[in-house]
T-cell receptor
């Protein structure tokens, strides 16, 4: 099956800093999604982004499907951004959403 | 609009007991799935359904059973609980295969 690798595995920031999270995948995909799991365990869909760039407030994401990677940008980080960020992909020939192992983000005040 | 509702939120079982985790969505989504989340292993797909009456196995289906009699409901049954099934279980739905996912709030299950 498809492999999804996220980096870095852990990231610690001071409030106000910017960061970039990366997701690499091993095969062609129909779509890619970014999720945020908050400290209470809730999974929130941030972006549905099979290709191109999208922005939502301080967050933006870019997927370059031909090069098999996606980037999630967090600007002016806040403590509420803390949690785990997951990338998930749907293989072109597949029938499931496959998750990476996530990036644990901690934003300190 | 409630989205995806999972019950119960917490459950403790003894080894060998059976139980059903409930999942319901009110968005008329065709695609529903169950994941388990374990430390260091991300989210792994247990079973999924592409519509009422149609289910299929995911990555880790052993010890679990599902059915989809209606579009709204997708229960997950643990046939004979084992300590290895201690995990957090998430149900998710999507309007179509490969569409944007909406997750429930999860069920934390402990098997002793």
């Amino acid at each position: 099956g498809i492999q999804v690798e996220q980096s870095p595995p852990d990231l610690i920031l001071q409030e106000g800093a910017n960061s970039t999270l990366r997701c690499n995948f091993s095969d062609s995909v129909n779509n890619l999604q970014w999720f945020h799991q908050n400290p209470w365990g809730q999974l929130i869909n941030l972006f549905y982004i099979p290709s191109g760039t999208k922005q939502n407030g301080r967050l933006s994401a870019t997927t370059v499907a031909t090069e098999r990677y996606s980037l999630l940008y967090i600007s002016s980080s806040q403590t509420t951004d803390s949690g785990v960020y997951f990338c998930a992909v749907w293989e072109t020939s597949g029938s499931r959403l496959t998750f990476g192992e996530g990036t644990q983000l901690t934003v300190n005040p | 609009n409630a989205g995806v509702t999972q019950t119960p939120k917490f459950q403790v079982l003894k080894t060998g007991q059976s139980m059903t985790l409930q999942c319901a969505q009110d968005m008329n989504h065709e695609y529903m799935s169950w994941y388990r989340q374990d430390p260091g292993m991300g989210l792994r797909l247990i079973h999924y359904s592409v519509g009422a009456g149609i289910t299929d196995q995911g990555e880790v289906p052993n010890g679990y059973n599902v059915s989809r009699s209606t579009t709204e409901d997708f229960p997950l049954r643990l046939l004979s609980a084992a300590p290895s099934q201690t995990s957090v279980y998430f149900c998710a739905s999507s309007y179509r295969r490969g569409g944007g996912y909406t997750f429930g709030s999860g069920t934390r299950l402990t098997v002793v």
